[in-house]
């Protein structure tokens, strides 16, 4: 009886593909879940390189930022995680303490996050996950964790790769019109908290 249990056992599996599951990648996704602060400010070991794994692999390692592409990461219940401001609206504006950030959706490139500059197509709403997560932020008052990129074109981003900027909470948030076409956009009013260290500003 059990020669013959084995025996199916062992034909079962031949027909099966077996799963491994990465211990290091299950952690990278749990810490990028986590609502709160990190020590670590994650620099793209490849600056030049657009490979939407790269950048987000290293952002993911550090835990400041999940795995996908988007600049909002976040979920409708909880919150916003964490943004990346990386030059991919041009109605974003960065203060370094203060930022004034777009929404997510409808651009004409949808992985602006990594080539930047993502033109409008059509209106944004807050209905969309990614927008709606932000918008969360402003009810619950949590603070987000900001990542600059390379490719924005504040004097706070780093010369290279992408670098956490510490917490922000988001102050408010509207709909307007954006003033680079004639499509609304989903806007957001951010400020970072006190008492964080400097943000490091690119050379003249």
Known sequence: MASERLHSLGGFLRHR??????PLRIAQSFMSLILGEFATPPISP?????????VSS???????HGTNYSGIYGTKRDGAFSICVSGGYRDDKD?????????????????SFIVGGGGQVSDQTFEHPDNA?????????????????YKSRSPYAPLAGYRYDGMYVVENAYMTKSENSDFSICTYELRRVPGQPPIPMRPN
Do not use: H, M
Request: hydrophobic share 40%.
């Open 46 to 54: 490849n600056p030049a390189s657009n490979d939407i794994d790269v």
């Open 95 to 111: 203060q370094g303490d203060f930022l004034i950030y777009t929404g997510t959706g409808w651009s004409f490139r949808e992985d």
């Open 58 to 64: 290293e952002c993911a390692r550090a835990g400041v």
């Open 133 to 149: 997560a932000l918008l969360k932020s402003l009810e619950t008052k949590r603070p987000v964790r900001v990542v600059r990129g």
């Open 17 to 22: 593909k077996i799963v491994v599951l990465d």
